[in-house]
């Protein structure tokens, strides 16, 4: 009797563990498939989001996440295989590369945007353009006066983006090729924010995102180049980088990580990258 | 239909009154004797709402506990890493640099220069607003008058930022000399009259005993002639002054004084209200005019409360972020020469709000507990200001009591 009762009880426990394994297991094995994990640059984090929201919404039931841990720390998560796409604004390094094909993870390369920096000034500047070694010069406080590039006998008002954002990293890349800027720059928190302190200062120099050029500032050509979609996308203009998803393989096509991979290519992607203030490197008008 | 309703809600009502009247009076002698379980339940109960309330206040004691303990933890893996020198003595700012510098003196002098010069700017207007607002109004003034004051604190610290980021930073950089200039007679002007008549009334008779109503005037109006005429001089100089960059130490000392000001204002005249009636009195019945009373009665008397609201004030600005963030340049320099407050400066709060982004979390590098050193830093100089203005405040209360 009381045996019986023990049995019982025994096997409506295993029926049940079992009905929950069994759920447990079909669950994940279905959220595998629809999961897209994308972690890495914080500059190239926000199309990444982007993409992600209007992802979600074509594809309802696929779940996309995106971290923004730094490019590193992207290529890390791909070679160590918890992440599907790296978000990079850097090409990968020949380290890391090596680390990657140990592992049998082979690093392949989309360029879902380009970055361009456009230099500006006060509207009423009438320097029109500098090389990057002036710029450079200006950022490192060794020119102070805009009368020594060519301007009027005014200060300098020397503007950055704060060292934590991708602007800074990219200007820092290509501008000031790892050389220290001066103690007296300010820093402000946004793109918007250099736009409005360029507006309102005379004698400001500030680097913003060429989406973010309208006609309250001037951009200065660099080295003689006009910033433009044009001559970021033909490679002329030097303040400019092309911005990454790595994925381990070409993603097989029709699967969800080729089509988010693929989404810079159609036309509500190339507004999304507009949008955010990139360059796309597709042209539909 | 309308009468039969009336009826019987009259008669319900007296019905009622009368119930609860006995109702009362039953409840009444048997709180007197409760029975046993009555009694057990009734301890339990208040026991329950005691611990209830209790554990309330320990979770907010608690959390200020174990935020302190956080930060510091947190503060720590720096200085074993990097060490205290560098930090406290280098002016040096690169973070992001490879290897990185954390010399954060010009941050620490930049945090002390536009906390100072709020100070500056709010303590005289607050301490003479605070005289004006106990001793000189009329009563139903003060009452219109003080919550005006009170909404500045209640304006989101962020709207401060936006004001001097879009409207007083250009403002500085094209009109800077007139502005400074124009500021300087509209506080100087006044402060100086205030402090000629005052002064004037103190100084005649001793300077000039023989006619002492005659003595008043003419003191008085030298000295007002002496303050405007320095105060018009100080202005002329300052207009020909071009300011380059209107994120600067000014302009934030200048808002931060403002966002201070209800503080000093508020604190310093409950002090002043805090003097006795009867001190005002006597010293009236002494013969002493209104200036000498307020000048050297009621301040002195107050004079501890009054500095721990410079003390507050001098807090509230200190750990204010949004505004320092938005409006102060944000660079890691110490101006030149070192009272340029034409120069942007970066503080302590702005650093840790600027660099303290998600990818520095990750990393967990010198970077990120840099600025929890900092962190500790603001946290030390804020409790000990705190300390320092609670003793006094204490010491002031003592003393009142004692007189």
Redesign the interface.
Known sequence: MERERIAVRIGWTSLAGAVLVAAVLSRTSAAEDKKIVVDGSTTVGPIAKAFAEHFMQQNPGVKVTVAESGSGNGAKSLINGTCDVANMSRFMKKEEFKAATERDVFPVAHVVALDGLAVVVHPSNPVKELTRAQVADIYMGKITNWKEVGGPDAKIVVVSRDTNSGTYEAFEDLVMKKQKMAEGVEYVGSNGAVRQRVQTTPGAIGYVGLGFVDETIKALKIDGVEPSKDTVRSGRYPVARPLFMFTNGYPKPGSHVHSFVTLHMTKKGQEMVEAIGFIPVTDYK | MTVEQVEPRTGGKAGRTTATGAGKDIRARRGLLLGRHAAFRRRLFSWAGRSILFLVTAASASAVMFIFFYVVKEAIPFFLQCGVSEFLLS???????EPPEFGAL?IFFGSAMVSLGAALFAVPVGVAAAVCLSDILPFKVRQAIKPAIEILAAIPSVAYGFFA??VF??LL?EQGGKVLAAATLLLLVPLAILASLAAGGMAAPRLLPGNPRFGRYALTAAFAAAGVGAAWWLSGSLAKIEI????NALNVSIILGIMALPTVISVSEDALQAVGRELREASYALGATRAETIIRVVMPAAASGILAAVLMGFMRAIGETMVV??AS?????IPSPFYNYL??V?TLTATIA??M????H??GSARYHVLFAMAASLLAISLACNAASEWIARRARRKMAGE
């Open positions: 002016t040096r700012w690169y973070p992001s640099r010009a980021l879009v930073a250009p950089q380059s960059s209107g994120t963030w938005m340049g944000n660079s890691a320099k120069e942007p970066r600027g660099d982004g998600e990818a520095d990750v990393t």
